[in-house]
T-cell receptor
Framework: SQQGEEDPQALSIQEGENATMNCSYK?????LQWYRQNSGRGLVHLIL?????REKHSGRLRVTLDTSKKSSSLLITASRAADTASYFC??????????FGQGTELSVKP | DAGVIQSPRHEVTEMGQEVTLRCKPI?????LFWYRQTMMRGLELLIY????????DSGMPEDRFSAKMPNASFSTLKIQPSEPRDSAVYFC???????????????FGEGSWLTVV
């Protein structure tokens, strides 16, 4: 299956702490993408990491990719209440479609 | 730039009625996706178009569901007849032609919230 599986299902932290979410997948990939969904809204693309990259940064986001273990992680540093959302990973190969897992529901308490 | 535009944003309908959801993708995008999101099943890909042609409709639940893309700027998802278990948020998403750093990322609309009573 091309679907990614996020872990944990839910994560609750205090503002200022770091949040780490993990993603596992089963097929070979061209890239892996992370999306965020605020309550009642559509998904928004956060960051894309290619299969030949091991780490990528964007602002307070850090993504790692281990293709040998077929896993990725998303780290949000110095979390804010506004980071409260669901986070989804989406492995992508040549198939053209993106399949999403159940996501990680992150709650950042002020 | 306008994002993906979906209508209606909210719809409440009675079981057995026909429901039509509409989507206008981002101009210049050539791939279009319909997803359905529920608490129980998460975010499911229903159908995927490329250059207005359906490429993969394996996620369409049953014959009551149909999707069309008559041109590059418009798509519909129709449910006939609707049932209470079709209640969900239906998202449309689009993607530009592949290539480049963002060639594979997709852009979601805000969803159509459907309630069938």
């Amino acid at each position: 299956s091309q679907q990614g599986e996020e872990d944990p299902q839910a994560l609750s932290i205090q503002e200022g702490e770091n949040a780490t979410m993990n993603c596992s997948y089963k097929t070979s990939i061209n890239n892996l993408q992370w999306y965020r969904q605020n309550s009642g809204r559509g998904l928004v693309h956060l960051i894309l990491i290619r299969s030949n990259e091991r780490e990528k940064h964007s602002g307070r986001l850090r993504v790692t990719l281990d293709t040998s273990k077929k896993s990725s992680s998303l780290l949000i540093t110095a979390s804010r209440a506004a980071d409260t959302a669901s986070y989804f990973c989406a492995p992508y190969n040549q198939g053209g479609k993106l399949i999403f897992g159940q996501g990680t529901e992150l709650s950042v308490k002020p | 730039d306008a994002g993906v535009i979906q209508s209606p944003r909210h719809e409440v309908t009675e079981m057995g009625q026909e429901v039509t959801l509409r989507c206008k993708p981002i101009s210049g995008h050539n791939s279009l996706f319909w997803y359905r999101q529920t608490m129980m099943r998460g975010l499911e890909l229903l159908i995927y178009f490329n250059n207005n042609v359906p490429i993969d409709d394996s996620g369409m639940p049953e014959d009551r569901f149909s999707a069309k893309m008559p041109n590059a700027s418009f798509s519909t998802l129709k449910i006939q007849p609707s049932e209470p278990r079709d209640s969900a948020v239906y998202f449309c998403a689009s993607r530009r032609p592949s290539g480049g750093e963002t060639g594979n990322t997709i852009y979601f609309g805000e969803g159509s919230w459907l309630t069938v009573v």
